[in-house]
């Protein structure tokens, strides 16, 4: 497993943003893209965004789309989440993963699961 540190997150009110990093040890490639889940109170850890290795495609779960943005510097073992526009409904501890199995069903990609190994996560609370 490839140690991840997640970091970035935060407190923030509706419409502000944040920038999340997910820093990795070791080999990072796996031939899978590489992404984001959070996990709100109450709820199962969701897909929020993944990116291949070129930074060639990016995917995006449908409630993010226009507001996250996801990046990746292979140089530097690290890859980004971008987050504007925040609501108070992104309120989850986030967390990446370097083994994104993409599922595109029903026209989303809110299916897609991560394989790898996964950090402590960062907390990111949104107030309204």
């Known amino acids: 497993q490839v140690p991840l540190v997640e970091s970035g997150g935060g407190l923030v009110q509706a419409g502000g943003s944040l920038r999340l990093s997910c820093a990795a040890s070791g080999r990072t490639f796996s031939g899978y893209p590489m992404g984001w889940f959070r996990q709100a109170p109450g709820k199962e850890r969701e897909f929020v965004a993944a990116?291949?290795?070129?930074?060639?495609?990016?995917y995006y779960e449908d409630s993010v789309k226009g507001r996250f943005t996801i990046s990746r510097d292979n140089a530097k073992n690290t890859f980004y989440l971008q987050m504007n526009s925040l609501q108070p409904e992104d309120t989850a501890v986030y967390y990446c993963?370097?083994?994104?199995?993409?599922?595109?069903?029903?026209?989303?990609?809110?299916?897609?699961?991560?394989?790898?190994?996964w950090g402590q996560g960062t907390q990111v609370t949104v107030s309204s």
């Open positions: 990116i291949n290795w070129s930074s060639t495609s990016t």
């Open positions: 993963n370097l083994q994104v199995n993409l599922r595109y069903l029903s026209g989303s990609y809110s299916r897609s699961l991560g394989l790898g190994s």
